[in-house]
């Protein structure tokens, strides 16, 4: 049997992350590594309550970096099937099963998950006609890869593939990030659709504008 571990970044998710932790291990998901990215409330300690592994950041660095410490971590444990979930209680713990089933009999590096691919997702209007067909042109202008959702947090991977991918954004343009990556080591990739259930609006404009300019940044910088 295959091990798999899932790496779940949290910053001040108190009120989601036991849930999301009790969620995964009901359906048989017993390596769970919280990556408690300098939350100010009980994030980590509740976490740990419901049965998650916990790693810290003293300060609050972003999501790309709580990923990129959660990765290393569950390689060293020995990993072989990598999961990046989010610790708001907005992903459906049941959509791991199909995307690992994909990832390998089609032998796979790579998952994306989409909400556009299915129907299970309600997106805002705004959000899903507005913000997230502007943030795929983005995604596609700094990868040229095409795929019909963006900066979605659910991914699989492979150990070999994660490996090949090493996260420098600390904030959340690590999402075309690993996308770019995937495409530069020509890691075989797909996408399945996954159901995300909102609770509040997310990112926003000033989230995507703070995403552009990270992005711009590293495309002159580098």
Request: glycine share 8%; no cysteine.
């Amino acid at each position: 049997m295959i091990m798999v571990w899932i790496v779940v970044p949290a910053y001040n998710e108190e009120k989601n992350i036991a849930e999301t932790v009790r969620g995964l291990l009901a359906l048989g998901y017993s390596n769970i590594a919280v990556v408690d990215d300098g939350s100010l409330d009980e994030t980590a300690a509740r976490a740990q309550q419901a049965g998650a592994s916990i790693l810290k950041h003293v300060l609050n660095r972003g999501q790309g970096a709580a990923l990129q410490t959660g990765h290393e971590h569950v390689i060293r444990r020995g990993a072989e099937v990598i999961v990046d979930f989010d610790a708001d209680g907005q992903f459906n713990p049941e959509d791991i099963f199909e995307a690992i089933k994909k990832l390998q009999s089609e032998n796979l590096d790579v998952v994306f998950g989409s909400r556009f691919l299915g129907s299970g997702s309600k997106v805002p209007f705004s959000k899903k006609y507005f913000i997230l067909p502007l943030a795929k042109l983005i995604n596609r202008f700094f990868t040229g890869v095409k795929l019909t959702d963006a900066h979605n947090g659910f991914r699989v991977f492979t150990r070999d593939g994660l490996q090949k991918i090493q996260i420098t954004q600390d904030k959340m343009a690590h999402n075309t990030e690993i996308i770019a990556q995937t495409k530069k080591n020509s890691l075989r990739f797909a996408e399945v659709p996954v159901r995300v259930h909102y609770s509040e609006y997310g990112q926003g404009w000033r989230g995507g504008v703070e995403i552009i300019k990270d992005l711009v940044i590293n495309f002159f910088v580098k």
